[in-house]
């Protein structure tokens, strides 16, 4: 009888079929791994999924009005140098947003002619997260301003008296329009973005003792600090932060039909350095304060106050208007400041001469596509809402437009050029985003264009103006993907992708939902 049982046997049976096999694969093995190689190479390899971009299209015919167009297909990236190459590792400002002014004229006009429920749906539309316009800042008029139906500032007294206390500090000229229009746009988007400007100090502060010209009296400084701080903190109390803050509207200009005051950069030095930077930074709640709130033609103003070390501590960025100068001015003074933000508060378009063939490509290209290469960080358009005779107004522009127009008869919206400008923007172009480096090729090819990359998704919009009146093919490389389209003349186009196909669907459950500000980002 055999003592090492039947187990042991197996175990050797095993043993030997296992040698065997060993020997044959290595004996077959180089045959078997020719076939496999022979079979794939006659198999079709599998193509990555490229990622579909999204296309809207306005044209300044008015054809095309923010039009969904049929999506492109990428492809793979090609030897062929493309028209624009779109780098997402050089990033340059994140953006804050896009939006227009809540002048007097424009709060008056919403509350007094149109019904509560046009009023709630126009609120939707503007501030309203995507599809929506998802309008993200707003400007407003501490006291009066040209398009306001009186004068008046909060702290008006009877001629030749003072109140440097500010006992008669009030905001009841506010109450009825301006407040509860804010108020009502805050419930729809929290995050909205303030800044505030003052046209004119109290009259019994100026030499002139009128709201219409004059200067601020050296000894009504401090006053005027705490008049702006009362202010904030008033309106906070009202529910509405104010995020930044300018000492005054257009200081370098005189009006003679509306309220104003000139204010040098000496002024306004003076009085950040002495007085309103240091009592702001002793607050809790951080409202930032912006130099000079004026055109591009004259850098060296904010360079003035930028310069005195006292102040520029103080101040978190420029605002700039659109109305004389190069928006390239803004790049100057980044240059010699990169601490310092860029915005553009003000800039209106209007029933002129020159724009008698629209204003689409001008706000799309102009103010836009250069101002944000120009560093801006945030783009405020002047008044939302105007009526059909541009008003209502006291003094100043009598042919401004409005983003929208409200008919005063009737109600009827009608949106304006400037208001698909705008929208080719903020619909797609999400606070946080951060503008990325794209080739420049306005000058040379008729085709201004700025890139960004959001920072929910991960997704990639580039805005492209085509200037000229013939269409033009234009390429586009970002990574290792390309696609072509033909731009129509004189159009704007907005183009949306996500290099990872993933975050392309979440992005669009995600506005599916209305929460597109979820950051959702996959890599």
């Given at each position: 009888?055999d003592?090492?049982?039947?187990?042991?046997?197996?175990?050797?049976?095993?043993?030997?079929?296992l040698?065997?096999?060993?020997?044959?694969?290595?004996?077959?093995?180089?045959g078997?791994?020719?076939?496999?190689?022979?079979?794939?190479?006659?198999?079709p390899?599998?193509?990555?999924?490229?990622?579909?971009?999204?296309v809207?299209?306005?044209?300044a015919?008015?054809?095309?009005?923010?039009?969904?167009?049929?999506?492109?297909?990428?492809?793979?990236?090609?030897?062929?140098?493309?028209?624009?190459?779109?780098?997402?590792?050089?990033?340059?400002?994140?953006?804050?947003?896009?939006?227009?002014?809540?002048?007097?004229?424009?709060?008056?006009?919403?509350?007094?002619?149109?019904?509560?429920?046009?009023?709630?749906?126009?609120?939707?539309?503007?501030?309203?997260?995507?599809?929506?316009?998802?309008?993200?800042?707003?400007?407003?008029?501490?006291?009066?301003?040209?398009?306001?139906?009186?004068?008046y500032?909060?702290?008006?007294?009877?001629?030749?008296?003072?109140?440097?206390?500010?006992?008669?500090?009030?905001?009841?000229?506010?109450?009825?329009?301006?407040?509860?229009?804010?108020?009502?746009?805050?419930?729809?988007?929290?995050?909205?973005?303030?800044?505030?400007?003052?046209?004119?100090?109290?009259?019994w502060?100026?030499d002139?003792?009128?709201?219409?010209g004059?200067?601020?009296?050296?000894?009504?400084?401090?006053?005027?600090?705490?008049?702006?701080?009362?202010?904030?903190?008033?309106?906070?109390?009202?529910?509405?932060?104010?995020?930044?803050?300018?000492?005054?509207?257009?200081?370098?200009?005189?009006?003679?039909?509306?309220?104003?005051?000139?204010?040098?950069?000496?002024?306004?030095?003076?009085?950040?350095?002495?007085?309103?930077?240091?009592?702001?930074?002793?607050?809790?709640?951080?409202?930032?304060?912006?130099?000079?709130?004026?055109?591009?033609?004259?850098p060296?103003?904010?360079?003035a106050?930028?310069?005195?070390?006292?102040?520029?501590?103080?101040?978190?960025?420029v605002?700039?208007?659109?109305?004389?100068?190069?928006?390239?001015?803004q790049?100057?003074?980044?240059?010699?400041?990169?601490?310092?933000?860029?915005?553009?508060?003000?800039c209106?378009?209007?029933?002129?001469?020159?724009?008698?063939?629209?204003?689409?490509?001008?706000?799309?290209?102009?103010?836009?596509?250069?101002?944000?290469?120009?560093?801006?960080?945030?783009?405020?358009?002047w008044?939302?809402?105007?009526?059909?005779?541009?008003g209502?107004?006291?003094?100043?522009?009598?042919?401004?437009?409005?983003?929208?127009?409200i008919?005063?008869?009737?109600g009827?919206?009608?949106?304006?050029?400037?208001?698909?400008?705008?929208?080719?923007?903020?619909?797609?172009?999400?606070?946080?985003?951060?503008?990325?480096?794209?080739t420049?090729?306005?000058a040379?090819?008729?085709?201004?264009?700025?890139?960004?990359?959001?920072?929910?998704?991960?997704?990639?919009?580039?805005?492209?103006?085509?200037?000229?009146?013939?269409?033009?093919?234009?390429?586009?490389?970002?990574?290792?993907?390309?696609?072509?389209?033909?731009?129509?003349?004189?159009?704007?186009?907005?183009?949306?992708?996500?290099?990872?196909?993933?975050?392309?669907?979440?992005?669009?459950v995600?506005?599916?939902?209305?929460?597109?500000?979820?950051?959702?980002?996959?890599?």
């Open positions: 009888m003592e090492r049982g039947p187990d042991s046997g197996r175990v050797a049976a095993i043993f030997v079929a040698i065997s096999l060993l020997t044959l694969a290595a004996l077959y093995a180089p078997l791994e020719q076939s496999r190689l022979a079979a794939r190479a006659a198999t390899a599998i193509q990555p999924i490229m990622p579909a971009v999204e809207w299209l306005s044209t015919d008015h054809r095309q009005k923010l039009a969904a167009q049929p999506g492109i297909v990428m492809s793979a990236r090609g030897k062929t140098s493309a028209d624009i190459t779109i780098d997402l590792d050089a990033k340059y400002q994140t953006i804050t947003g896009f939006g227009a002014a809540m002048t007097d004229a424009s709060a008056w006009l919403i509350r007094n002619r149109l019904t509560e429920s046009q009023r709630q749906a126009l609120f939707r539309e503007l501030y309203g997260p995507p599809p929506n316009l998802n309008f993200n800042m707003m400007r407003l008029t501490i006291g009066a301003s040209d398009f306001s139906l009186n004068l500032t909060l702290d008006d007294i009877p001629f030749g008296e003072s109140d440097p206390q500010l006992r008669y500090f009030n905001v009841a000229p506010n109450l009825q329009d301006l407040i509860p229009t804010v108020r009502d746009i805050l419930a729809i988007n929290p995050g909205l973005l303030i800044v505030a400007s003052s046209w004119s100090a109290p009259a502060m100026k002139s003792q009128n709201l219409i004059g200067e601020l009296l050296e000894e009504h400084e401090e006053a005027y600090a705490d008049y702006l701080i009362k202010y904030l903190d008033t309106y906070r109390g009202h529910g509405i932060p104010i995020y930044a803050l300018t000492l005054q509207n257009e200081p370098g200009y005189s009006p003679i039909s509306y309220p104003g005051m000139l204010m040098g950069p000496e002024t306004r030095a003076r009085i950040i350095a002495n007085y309103l930077g240091p009592k702001l930074a002793k607050r809790r709640s951080r409202t930032r304060i912006l130099d000079w709130d004026h055109n591009w033609s004259h060296e103003q904010p360079l106050v930028l310069a005195s070390s006292a102040a520029a501590r103080y101040v978190d960025g605002a700039w208007h659109c109305y004389e100068g190069s928006q390239h001015a790049g100057r003074v980044h240059r010699d400041h990169p601490d310092k933000d860029t915005f553009i508060t003000e209106s378009g209007g029933d002129w001469p020159l724009s008698v063939n629209g204003e689409l490509l001008w706000f799309a290209r102009n103010l836009l596509v250069t101002g944000t290469r120009q560093w801006a960080r945030g783009v405020i358009y008044n939302l809402a105007l009526d059909e005779t541009h209502p107004h006291f003094g100043g522009c009598t042919l401004c437009n409005g983003v929208i127009t008919d005063s008869g009737t009827a919206i009608t949106r304006t050029d400037e208001y698909y400008a705008l929208a080719h923007f903020s619909r797609f172009v999400l606070p946080g985003a951060a503008r990325v480096q794209s420049d090729t306005d040379d090819k008729g085709i201004a264009n700025v890139a960004f990359e959001n920072a929910t998704d991960g997704s990639v919009v580039l805005v492209m103006v085509n200037i000229r009146k013939s269409a033009r093919t234009v390429a586009v490389d970002q990574g290792q993907f390309h696609f072509e389209y033909l731009m129509p003349p004189e159009s704007v186009a907005t183009f949306v992708w996500n290099p990872n196909a993933a975050g392309m669907w979440i992005r669009r995600l506005q599916w939902l209305g929460r597109p500000d979820i950051p959702v980002r996959t890599e």
